[in-house]
């Protein structure tokens, strides 16, 4: 198993230019989510998604949009990329809530420069 | 306001030398505390998952303790190794929704 894969690794971006961060699980789990990580602070959530065909806002959602078409992909699209979108993106998944003791599993991160 | 505070910022210890990293919370109605590792440049992997009634859980060389009295967790680490020099972020999953609050982090940093 794969696990949770990202692509691509590092991209920089001009203001005003638009994006899609892939996301992938190959363990069919129902929860996926996208964060983001700035320096020297916690993990935000941007968006998360309870199955295919649903997904909801987290605390930071503003400036992106999401998908969830299939079980396995949950891309993340920048439309109009603004310097304070500069940061390390992290997808997850896991099977079920976070509510329950479920475990969340981080893909390797996209590291986003908006210039 | 739900907050999950860590201290300290940033440790650097010996090898060999045990650890202890310090997590508290605000977060409320709660539902599970979690500890991940995350080494530089990569993804938070998780070490612990502790519900309400459970005191204290290890895995391997990481045992991790809660008090959900005083709303406190720690995370020990037993002799340590160069491989765990990494930031340990604690996590605390709220509600029925299972929001998910994280702390900042503590960067652990370990010399031979």
């Known amino acids: 198993n794969a696990g949770v894969t990202q692509t691509p690794k590092f991209r920089i971006l001009k203001i005003g230019q638009s994006m899609t961060l892939q996301c992938t699980q190959d363990?069919?789990?129902?929860?996926m989510y996208w964060y983001r990580q700035d320096p020297g602070m916690g993990l935000k959530l941007i968006y998360y998604s309870v199955g295919a065909g649903i997904t909801d806002k987290g605390e930071v959602p503003n400036g992106y949009n999401v998908s969830r078409s299939t079980t396995e992909d949950f891309p993340l699209r920048l439309e109009l990329a603004a310097p304070s979108q500069t940061s390390v993106y992290f997808c997850?998944?896991?099977?079920?809530?976070?509510?329950?003791?479920?475990?969340?599993?981080f893909g390797p991160g996209t590291r986003l420069t908006v210039t | 306001k739900n907050q999950v505070e860590q201290s300290p910022q940033s440790l650097i210890i010996l090898e060999g030398k045990n650890c202890t990293l310090q997590?508290?919370?605000?977060?409320?109605?709660?539902?599970?505390l979690r500890w991940y590792k995350q080494d530089t440049g990569r993804g938070p992997v998780s070490l612990t998952i502790?519900?309400?009634?459970?005191n204290t859980k290890s895995n391997g060389r990481y045992t991790a303790t809660l008090d959900a009295d005083t709303k406190q967790s720690s995370l020990h680490i037993t002799a340590s190794q160069l491989s765990d020099s990494a930031s340990y972020i604690c996590v605390v999953s709220e509600g029925s929704q299972g929001n998910l609050i994280f702390g900042k982090g503590t960067k652990l940093s370990v010399k031979p």
């Open positions: 997850a998944s896991s099977y079920s809530s976070t509510s329950g003791s479920y475990e969340q599993y």
């Open positions: 997590c508290n919370y605000t977060v409320s109605p709660f539902s599970n």
């Open positions: 363990m069919n789990h129902n929860y």
């Open positions: 502790m519900t309400f009634s459970e």
